[in-house]
Antibody
Framework: EVQLVQSGAEVKKPGEALKISCKGVGFSFTTYWIAWVRQMPGKGLEWMGI????????IYSPSFQGQVTISADKSINTAYLQWSSLKASDTAMYYCARHVDLDPFDIWGQGTMVTVSS | DIQMTQSPSSLSASVGDRVTITCRAS??????LGWYQQKSGKAPKRLIYAASTLQSGVPSRFSGSGSGTEFTLTISSLQPEDFATYYC?????????FGQGTKVEIK
């Protein structure tokens, strides 16, 4: 079955670092871009950025540039989203989705809930 | 950045009603637009891509139309399982951008 499997929910304190993951299963990971999408509680979907695991080409939304780091390890079909110093305002559900121009955002991960609270 | 203006932000409708949701792009995006359904606590699910192509397995009561700057998602006869939030997404250029969402509620 084709799927994106995300890492589990996280509870962190402000200032802590975090790296969450998104693993591609059942498809050729390196032929797709992997995007990250934020959904704050009760709010809409926000496009954060996207990576092409084949060569780690990355494009960030200006709103998230410098706030997060997107990376990937193509040897294990996994993309990552990381923070060096979390803030309470990073509390949200984070989704990954695979993308290619002819078949955009067809498969989504189940989401990773990140809670940042002192 | 391309702004996607989605309307209405919410609507109340009855089972069997015809529902139309609109997305307007701040500049032309050809047909590089998809529609997504999100139910409470779940990941988004693709309904339509390339503005009007129905995702395999999605009921035919869903349809999409438009090109350039104006797009519509139509549900021809609303069913109980269709109560959800709907989003458009443009992938014409980066950053890709979502509409603000339309919450479809039961009247």
């Amino acid at each position: 079955e084709v799927q994106l499997v995300q890492s589990g929910a996280e509870v962190k304190k402000p200032g802590e670092a975090l790296k969450i993951s998104c693993k591609g299963v059942g498809f050729s990971f390196t032929t797709y871009w992997i995007a990250w999408v934020r959904q704050m509680p009760g709010k809409g979907l926000e496009w954060m950025g996207i990576i092409y695991p084949t060569d780690s080409d990355i494009i960030y939304s200006p709103s998230f540039q410098g706030q997060v780091t997107i990376s990937a390890d193509k040897s294990i079909n996994t993309a990552y989203l990381q923070w060096s110093s979390l803030k309470a305002s990073d509390t949200a559900m984070y989704y990954c989705a695979r993308h290619v121009d002819l078949d955009p955002f067809d498969i989504w991960g189940q989401g990773t809930m990140v809670t940042v609270s002192s | 950045d391309i702004q996607m203006t989605q309307s209405p932000s919410s609507l109340s409708a009855s089972v069997g009603d015809r529902v139309t949701i609109t997305c307007r792009a701040s500049q032309g995006i050809r047909d590089d637009l998809g529609w997504y359904q999100q139910k409470s606590g779940k990941a988004p699910k693709r309904l339509i891509y390339a503005a009007s192509t129905l995702q395999s397995g999605v009921p035919s009561r869903f349809s999409g139309s438009g090109s350039g700057t104006e797009f519509t998602l139509t549900i021809s006869s609303l069913q109980p399982e269709d109560f959800a939030t709907y989003y458009c997404l443009q992938h014409y250029n980066y950053p890709q951008t979502f509409g603000q969402g339309t919450k479809v509620e039961i009247k």
